[in-house]
């Protein structure tokens, strides 16, 4: 079956980088877009970062432009996504998704990984 694994949250001082992965399994992530979310407490989920499948397309929220990279790995079937210069508005639990890229807007499917927490301490 379809599986999204996050890991690489933590606990990090404002300023500071954190690189999380999401291990996709159950099918072949070459035919996906993939997606980053994120949810702060009391907060709606909202979209941070996705990749189109050969990753040529790349669209950031306005909110992490020039901070966060999205990457990914076809070949071990896995999504990156770099941060930096991170900020206590960044701490939320972060999600991956699978999904498709309409007209420079990430479209969510179906699938969610439990999420991995990054909080960013000020």
């Known amino acids: 079956q379809v599986q999204l694994v996050e890991s690489g949250g933590g606990l990090v001082q404002s300023g500071g980088s954190l690189r999380l992965s999401c291990a996709a399994s159950?099918?072949?992530?070459?035919?996906?877009?993939m997606g980053w979310f994120r949810q702060a407490p009391g907060k709606e989920r909202e979209f941070v970062a996705g990749s189109n499948s050969n990753a040529r397309k790349l669209i950031y929220a306005d909110s992490v432009k020039g901070r966060f990279t999205i990457s990914r790995d076809n070949a071990k079937n896995t999504l990156y996504l770099d941060m930096s210069n991170l900020k206590p508005g960044d701490t939320a639990v972060y999600y991956c998704?699978?999904?498709?890229?309409?007209?420079?807007?990430?479209?969510?499917?179906?699938?969610w990984g439990q999420g991995t927490q990054v909080t960013v301490s000020s």
């Open positions: 998704n699978r999904g498709y890229i309409d007209e420079n807007t990430y479209h969510q499917l179906d699938y």
């Open positions: 159950g099918f072949n992530a070459d035919y996906f877009a």
